[in-house]
Every structure is written in C-alpha cells, then in structure tokens.
C-alpha cells in the first residue's frame, strides 16, 4: 500500500484552492444567464456574492474558536463537503425551493461555508508541513487557485459551446466531482498542527500589536483589489464591452487567473532574490493603472488587457502578506490564520459589491464600477508603506 507523505498532503491542498476556485468563480460565470433565465437583476446578484464571501468571513470569525479543537482533518473534509453540496445545490434548489433565488441563496450559503473553512485551513496546513522557503510555497499553493480559475473558466466555456448555456446545472453537478475526491484524499494524507497546544500566542496578544493591524488592511484590500475584478470580469466582457459570452468567458477571468497564476509562479522560484514588500509596492502601482486601462479604454482590447494585467499585479499580493503575517508572528497559529482571512474575505465581500453598487448608481455601467475600485490599490500601497518604515525603524 502507497504510504502518503507530506508531498501528498500539498498536492491535496492545492486540490483544496481548485474547489475554493470552483466556489468563487463558478457562478460568476452564470450571473447573465441566472439574469435571463431567472429574471434576476444586478443588485441581487451583487448581493449573491456578497452573501458568499460575508458567510465566508463568519466562518473565518468562527473557526478562529473551534478549528484546534476540532482537528484540522475533521474540518477540512467538512470544507469540502459543504463545498460539494453547495455546489451541486445550484442545480437542484432553484427548482425545488419556494423561488429560483432563494434557492440560489441556499446553495451559495452552503458552498461558502466550505469556502470559508477552506481558506482558514489550507495555508496553515502547508505551514505545517516541515518543507523549505515557506513563502516560496506559499505562493506555489495560491497559484493552484489560479490554475482552478483557468480549468472552471475554460471547461465551463467548452461545454457550454458543445452543451449549450441550458445545460448549466449538468456542469454544477459534474464539478461536485473535485471536492468529493478531496475529502477522501485529506482523510489519508498527513497533518500536523501549526503550533503545539498552549503555545499558540492569544488573539488578545495579537490584537495589541499595531503591525497585525497593518496587515489586516493589507489583506482586506488586496482580496479587494483581486476580487473587484475578477467577480465582475465575465460580465463586464460580456456587457459592458459587448462580446459574446464565450470570448467574455476566456477573455476577462480566464486572462485574468493565467496573469495571477503567471505572477505567483514567478515569485514562487524567484522569491529568494526579490524583496517581498517592494514588489507588493510595485504591484499596487501596476493594479491602479490596470483599473484605470479598464474604465477609460474605449477599446474592449485594450480594456481587456486591463483586466489581464491587474490579474499579474494582485497576483502575489494575498500570499505575500499571509506570508509576511507569519513570519512576524511565528507563534500566530490558527487565529492568526483565521484573523486574517476574515479581514481577506470582508474584502472579497467590499470589492466587488462596491464595484455592483456604483455600476448600479450609474444605469449598470461597469465601468464607472470599476474605476471606483482604484481605491483599494491606492489603500493598499499607503499600508505596505507604512509597513515598511516600521521594518526600517525596528532594523534602527
């Protein structure tokens, strides 16, 4: 019998960031046909995805209390079942529920669950495994996030070319296929704790330190620099620069999850020679130009290429600062984790319903929507600044 090593453990991990692919990407390439099919307008669709990440968020707050005690291994197969569920619930509650969205809702409260444990157990998992430069595979494990986005968007696409978009709840179900493997692969594989029982340092310690708190903008803004754009990408090709869904699809998330992946790939064997805070600084630079080339461009190529080039620019920004986060605190643990990843979640949750709201405020214009989001790259520089010159200082 095949005996599973620590190798095995990252391998079902970055499965783990291919269903939290699944679970956040999915559906946003469904948003037009839930519109048509359903009937559905744009503010309760921005609500769809803020319901998924707030619900996520809740269990980032949650887990922080009940994870150690109940094992990493019981909870992340709980992950990803509830993920499963979740997902394969897109296809049979809107027709069994009392209306099409409220059935809609269940399934994104169920699959965000799953979402929301996932993202607090994966990255202090791999944390756990005993491997060299943490931060380098660190950003190889968010690149699987990336891959899963390219694989969902690129199925999807061809099966809706050769099935057709009616055929929709068919492909919700075959997905469920991933995270049902991954439960029984995280059942084998081995897991250890981040820190020993009692060693952990207490939410309170950590809540008094001033950098934590830095960090904590820094990863809210940069899950809502990444998601502003990527939740919104397929229908803003799709509408706001009216190509057909097919071209939309593998022309706005699709470029921009291969440009992310691309960025994490390339920190991920070039991270011993390049100096992690400042490439956070170029990369918020390099995001306000992206959003602006997507708003202004009267070009849907060159708005497209807009969206390409802010998937290379967050790219390395949620790794790196979780990967910052526990290098200054080494004794952080699963709260640290979950702290975090609350803080990410809730601008998961921000990004792209400020991008829907002021879409909605100006006759559903994506591109006013988009340029609003400029604000979370230009929060996100002036933090990794600040950031910065408290290493400066604490080096003095």
């Not at 690149?143 to 050769?162: K, N």
């Not at 706005?252 to 960025?263: E, Q, R």
């Not at 975090?340 to 006013?368: H, Q, R, T």
């Amino acid at each position: 019998m095949l005996k599973l090593g620590y190798n095995h453990t990252i391998a079902a991990s970055c499965i783990g960031y291919v269903t939290q692919a699944i679970v956040n990407i999915f559906v946003t390439l469904l948003f037009v046909i839930f519109q048509n099919q359903y009937g559905i307008d744009i503010e309760k669709i921005t609500l769809l995805i803020a319901v998924n990440f707030t619900i996520q968020l809740l269990v980032d707050l949650l887990s922080a209390k009940f994870v150690n005690k109940i094992g990493y291994r019981k909870c992340i197969i709980a992950a990803h079942i509830f993920a499963a569920l979740g997902i394969g619930g897109l296809a049979v509650f809107p027709s069994v529920l009392p209306s099409p969205y409220i059935g809609l809702l269940f399934s994104v409260i169920l699959y965000a669950i799953g979402g929301g444990l996932t993202e607090v157990l994966i990255s202090p998992i791999v944390e756990a495994c005993p491997t060299d430069n943490k931060s380098s595979v660190m950003s190889m494990l968010h690149s699987f996030y990336c891959w899963g986005s390219v694989a969902v968007i690129a199925v999807s696409t061809l099966f809706f070319h050769c099935f057709g978009k009616e055929k929709w709840q068919v492909l919700a179900l075959l997905w469920t296929i991933i995270p049902l493997f991954n439960v029984f692969f995280f059942s084998k594989v081995p897991i250890e704790q981040l820190t020993e029982e009692g060693d952990e340092m207490p939410v309170r310690e950590l809540a008094s330190q001033k950098i934590f708190w830095v960090l904590i903008v820094l990863i809210f803004v940069s899950g809502a620099s990444e998601l502003a754009m990527s939740q919104w990408a397929s229908s803003f090709a799709e509408k706001g620069l009216g190509i057909s869904k097919t071209a939309g699809d593998l022309m706005g998330p699709c470029l921009f999850s291969v440009f992310m992946g691309i960025s994490r790939l390339f920190y991920a064997k070039y991270s011993e020679k390049i100096n992690l805070l400042g490439f956070i600084i170029i990369s918020g630079m390099v995001c306000i130009i992206s959003y602006l080339t997507s708003a202004f461009s009267l070009s849907p190529v060159i708005a497209l290429a807009g969206c390409g080039l802010c998937g290379l620019s967050v790219g390395v920004l949620w790794p790196g600062v979780f990967s910052i986060a526990s290098s200054k605190f080494p004794k952080g643990g699963t709260a640290l984790f979950a702290l975090m990843a609350l803080a990410g979640d809730l601008g998961c949750s921000s990004g792209p319903a400020l991008v829907g709201i002021v879409s909605g405020a100006f006759g559903e214009n994506l591109k006013a929507g988009l340029f609003s989001a400029v604000i979370f790259p230009v929060l996100l520089i002036i933090f990794a600044r600040i950031l910065k010159k408290k290493q400066i200082e604490d080096k003095e």
